[in-house]
Structure formats: structure tokens, C-alpha cells
């Protein structure tokens, strides 16, 4: 069964999705860059 892309919620069980901010995505990026960073420089 197809689910639309922009639902909220799915319509066999109900589920919410969630949805993830702009700000998670961005700290998730700043942090993976610092890993990698640190990681290569140390």
C-alpha cells in the first residue's frame, strides 16, 4: 500500500510520524563535522 509523502499519520495504524526540525538536522551536521575533525587532526 502507497502512503502519501506529506502525511501525518499513517491511515492502516494511525502512527504519527515525527517530524525533525530544521535545528536537529543542522546540529546533527556540526557535530558529525566535528567528530570527523577532531578524529583526522588528533
Do not use: D, H, Q
Amino acid at each position: 500500500m502507497n502512503i502519501e509523502a506529506g502525511s501525518r499519520e499513517c491511515p492502516i495504524c494511525g502512527y504519527e510520524f515525527m517530524e525533525a526540525t530544521p535545528w536537529i538536522k543542522y546540529m546533527a551536521i556540526f557535530l558529525l563535522i566535528v567528530f570527523l575533525l577532531s578524529y583526522f587532526i588528533f
